[in-house]
């Protein structure tokens, strides 16, 4: 049995190689965290150069709404691995999977609910 911060570290990992396999990239910055039943990831720095522009170079609304349906919808098509890698690495099903992007700062957060609450061993304390 892995620790908390094993299991988070896990799915960080997990994720970061979906955004690069989908996405051509990695975020510059990834964090998971365990709350109950709830698996909360946050990923920093996630805009490919081309996205970012595609949000400069069209009217505000446009380029925004474009990129978040672009992005929801590559959510949606890779539910099924994320889900099956997220219970692989918790040993608990998923519920559903909450998703959004803000084009502003590049910040992406990614919200699985669990059937229940994880087990793990506590971390030993040296």
Do not use: W
């Amino acid at each position: 049995m892995n620790t908390q911060g094993e299991i988070e570290a896990a799915i960080c990992e997990g994720i970061s190689h979906f955004e690069q396999e989908y996405l051509g990239r990695g975020p510059e910055d990834i964090r998971a965290h365990l709350v109950g039943d709830l698996l909360v990831v946050r990923l920093r720095g996630i805009l490919t150069a081309a996205e970012q522009q595609l949000v400069k170079a069209l009217p505000t609304d446009a380029g925004r709404g474009l990129l978040k349906q672009v992005r929801t919808q590559l959510m949606e098509a890779a539910r099924p691995a994320l889900e099956t890698m997220v219970r692989d690495m918790t040993g608990v099903k998923v519920v559903s999977l909450h998703y959004d992007i803000s084009t502003q700062t590049g910040e992406e957060i990614v919200l699985f609910t669990l059937t229940e609450p994880p087990a793990f061993r506590e971390a030993k304390r040296g």
